[in-house]
């Protein structure tokens, strides 16, 4: 009898354990939770009585937490850990665009493996070893940081896949990057040159920052 009780106890305290984490990290994975001693069929337990929800295999978070976009930043990148928030996502958090993608675009190395994620729903480009690098600011989202390129990456990169996200949206982010101050014409250049993508971009940086003078 004594176990027995014991055991409810040690089930609930798992239980308490849980929620608490959640409450402070926001989201967290499975293995998370084996870190800290607790049982998967406790997180079993808990999603059956909607305490704890799933939003995707091997991820948990709490029922109330907001549905924005910030909030599916941190899930994907819980999810694909090597993989940087980038083109019309990082264009969003930067305040550069009106778009809503319907998609997190998020870049991963060329020959990485390509996850197969359902939600959030995820977008990839591939980037090679410098793009994944260079140009890369660590955004705090709930609690964590996540990794971006920053604005003059962002639209630089807008310009290379603009056959992928269309060209009105790069130069949507050119100009209210300009606008805006959050780049200047030479942080563009420096990393379009880099990225081979000066002598189309060019035009339309000189004509806006004239514009803009």
Known sequence: MIQAVQAVQAVQAQGARVLDLLAAKGMLRLKDFIAEDIEPETLSRLVRSAKVIRPARGLYQLPDTAAEATHMFAEACILVPKGVICLTSALQFHELTLQMPSAIWM?????????????????????????????????????????MTNPARTIVDCFR?????????????????????????????????????????????????????
Do not use: H
Not at 130 to 147: F, K
Not at 189 to 212: G, L
């Open 107 to 147: 870049a991963i190395e060329q020959g990485a493996w390509r996850p197969t994620i359902t939600y959030p729903p995820l977008q990839f480009a591939r980037f090679n070893t410098w793009a994944m690098t260079e140009g890369i600011s660590r955004q705090r989202v709930e609690n964590r940081e996540i990794p």
């Open 161 to 213: 896949y603009r056959n992928k996200i269309g060209l009105d949206v790069a130069l949507e982010g050119l100009r209210e990057g300009l606008r805006r101050r959050k780049c200047t014409p030479d942080e563009l250049w420096s990393y379009a040159v880099k990225a081979r993508a000066w002598n189309v971009m060019r035009p339309y940086v000189e004509a806006i920052a004239s514009d803009a003078a």
